[in-house]
């Protein structure tokens, strides 16, 4: 059954205040009835369409929402899965056990570096906390994965993210590069090589590594992803607003407005340009052109404010 995938921003506060977010830190929660509500019309919507649905909470800070898990609950009971984003540093023992009882798929906890680097990152104290958070959930028997969003400040930090992994029993590590306008923090081209050839000679070793975002498949040899914006993502904001990606500038509406969602997505110029990418000119003649389509579209995007252009990062 073809999957498709909510990513429901349902608070943008949060406790850290990480370089590199792009989140804003506004107040603008929808009240639970108008959550119910957005609910209703995401699950008619893969009802109709046939699609095994998938909703990620996450924020700012999903643990902060003071109906985290009424909402969540009330996701699980609809018998649509689970998955959780956070930043681990709130989980203890006690929130653990509740969030195990939800039954989620997986939670996410961010590392994005070895302690030094990812407090530089991510603030004082903010390491042993998600450390404190994996083992929480490990215990309670939850899959936790971890991310590492790469950028300038950490891209040589997977080997001490991934030693740290292997010891707190994570079960997956996956990364992937900064999607941001402080250029300062791009990765060079011969950065992201050396990043993807370490973390293919570490995935050798830790089979919990994935290395399936764009173009890291490249150091393994066969494609695995296509970027799937316009396709089976979505995502909704604290406010309502839906975009294709949270990584592309893009509003496409509002779900309190919205009737109809299968309609509305059908008929959105956005998601329509985005499901029929225009063929970067420079990909012409590459073996993987069908499976990988360009790349990263949002990383792309975000350094020359095009879509039509293969991933600045490829080395191919
Ligand atoms: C927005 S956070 C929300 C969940 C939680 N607060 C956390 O930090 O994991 C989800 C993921 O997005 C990543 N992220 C934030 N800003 C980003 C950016 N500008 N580019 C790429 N990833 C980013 C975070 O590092 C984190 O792994
Ligand atoms: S913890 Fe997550 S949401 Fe909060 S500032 Fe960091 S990346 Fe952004
Ligand atoms: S040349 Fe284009 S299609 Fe080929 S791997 Fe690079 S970005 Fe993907």
């Keep these: 059954m073809y999957r498709h995938y909510l990513q429901w921003h349902i608070t943008h506060e949060c406790n850290l205040h990480c ?12 009240p639970y009835r108008e959550m119910a509500c957005a609910l209703d019309k995401y699950e ?19 643990l ?27 989980i203890d023992a ?22 030094k680097i990812h407090e530089s990152i991510r603030g004082i104290g903010s390491f042993q906390k998600a450390l404190c958070g994996i083992d929480s959930l490990k215990e309670c028997g939850v899959r936790v994965l971890v991310s590492f969003t790469v950028m300038q400040q950490n891209f040589r930090e997977l080997k001490k993210i991934a030693a740290v992994c292997a010891g707190h029993h994570v079960d997956k590590l996956w990364w992937d590069r900064v999607v941001t306008e402080d250029a300062s923090q791009y990765l060079t081209t011969e950065q992201f090589k050396k990043v993807s050839r370490a973390a293919a000679k570490l995935a050798k070793r830790y089979s ?44 496409i509406g509002n779900i309190k407005e ?37 790349g990263a579209r949002c990383v792309t995007y975000a350094q020359t ?9 490829c080395y191919l």
């Design 19 to 30: 370089i590199h977010c792009y989140q804003e830190d506004c107040h603008c929660v929808m």
């Design 44 to 62: 008619a919507y893969i009802r109709e369409k046939g699609f095994e649905g998938q909703i990620n909470l996450t924020g700012g800070e999903p």
């Design 64 to 90: 902060l929402h003071p109906q985290f898990f009424t909402i969540a609950s009330e996701i699980r009971r609809r018998d649509i899965r689970l998955g959780i984003l956070t930043n681990g540093t709130l």
């Design 94 to 115: 006690e929130l653990a056990g509740r969030i195990a009882e939800l039954k989620p798929i997986f939670v996410q906890i961010s590392l994005d570096g070895g302690e």
């Design 208 to 251: 919990f590594i994935s290395n399936s975002r764009a173009l890291e498949w490249i150091p393994e040899g066969g494609c695995g992803y296509q970027c799937s914006a316009g396709k089976r993502l979505l995502i909704f904001l604290a406010n309502g607003d839906m975009m294709a990606c949270r990584r592309l500038p893009f509003v």
């Design 258 to 294: 919205v009737a109809d969602l299968q309609t509305m997505l059908a008929e959105n110029k956005i998601m329509k340009e985005l499901a029929t990418p225009t063929f970067p000119k420079d990909c012409e003649g590459c073996k993987f052109f069908y499976k990988c389509a360009g």
């Design 305 to 313: 404010g095009r879509l039509d252009l293969k991933d600045v990062n």
